[in-house]
């Protein structure tokens, strides 16, 4: 692996963007499928090779900076809510004030070749250095490296933003920067997720989310090195994902059946890290859980206008369903029955009750915070959250400088929850990039028996060098 393990990081000048045009101030509340976010930031970023050399455009770095900070602007009138900040309201709940105070934009250099940043330890490369937020709902960090190629960083609240809605953003702020109309507006329209009159709730949601209880009297933390959280970034091929739904699905008797890829790849997962743990350690239950994106299952097909305004609708529409098995079972029983397992726990949010029911629900608790319960009970054995990328634009942020050579979320969020991202691989050939953010034994026994499945993303992968 050719990469240099150290590398600084100078910032030359830091400047707040804000949106083109004057906008009047005004409060956003948010949804209530917004609420039980806790308040993390998620970075995404960028990385392109010298475009004099790559594509052969005569750009420079200034000129590049240009465009990216005037696109912005312009952006950010359609997409105001990341110019704004969060604020808490009378009842103690966040909220946006819109006030166009902008988005702090970071011009940075950085000693080293794009070929040489070590992207499989993103902890080493990516943290502090490429990817930072200190003020406001969004933050952009653009560094110029030794090459001439650059890495665009973004930061954003959680809160503010499902993926879904920063892929929109994205995308928006590309074609912005390439004088090309939006192909999709953003909407805020927060009726589309008002809770109902009467509210109702199936019991299912008790078992999912939970009121956050109020923290017991702090106590010394004792150091144990097997809570250590560390992140990795790994590229599995389409033919190993392949692979792996063929193995979910034996026995399956009919089409209708099949397990997907992403249900196929996390019962994998699952099953891998159940293999590896210890006789000796304490806990005898496993938890996991996949992140699925409710606009689809809330889309009518007999409404047009909200169909529209739910794809473009920009916020958090996410419900994490999970399952919990005891360790021993998922060592034992097959992959295609793991994967059964994960269908059925999906199975619960696939419907626009679930999610009309977790609106209501939110409702009937409020002003009390609450909390995904897979985040929720630490004490009760490890716990995995997959989120499926697939949605993930890399090929589409193209500024006017070719597509990224290379992409990824950045989640380092201090929970110890597991959280794992799978997105499709800038070649756009099947593969798929996964960031892991993981405690330290598990990315060592994943390694250590699925190094055949999970790859370290390398300069030579990615067809640097």
Known sequence: MNSKRNFNVKVNKTEVV????????????LSNLDLFLPPVDVGVLFCYLNPIIS????????SMVKILKDSLAETLVSYYAFSGEIVENLAGEPEVLCNNSGVYFTEAFADVELKEINFYNPDESIEGKLCKKKHGVLAVQVTQLK?????????????????????????SWSELAQSKPLSQLPSFRRSSLFPRRPGYYDSSINDLYVPIPTPPPTKPETVNPNDQVISRIYYVTGEKIGHLQSLANHDQKSTKSQRSKIES???????TIACGVKETLSFKNFRFGIVVDGRTRLMSNRDNNQDKLLKGYFGNVLSIPFGGKKIEELKEKPLNWVTNVVH?????AKTPEHFLGLIDWVEAHRPEPVVAKIYATEGDGPAVVVSSGQQFPARKINFGWGEPAFGSYHFPWAGKSGYVMPMPSPKGNGDWIVYMHLLKWQIELIEASAAHVFKPVTANYLNLI
């Open 18 to 29: 804000a949106a083109v045009l004057p906008m009047q101030k005004y409060w956003l509340p």
């Open 265 to 271: 790849f996390s019962a994998f997962l699952w099953k």
């Open 147 to 171: 090459c001439g190629g650059i890495v665009v960083g973004c930061t954003f609240d959680h809160r503010v933003a499902d993926a879904y809605s920063a892929n929109l953003f994205l995308v």
């Open 55 to 62: 594509e052969k455009i005569n750009l420079e770095y200034g």
């Open 344 to 348: 059925e726990f999906l199975d619960i």
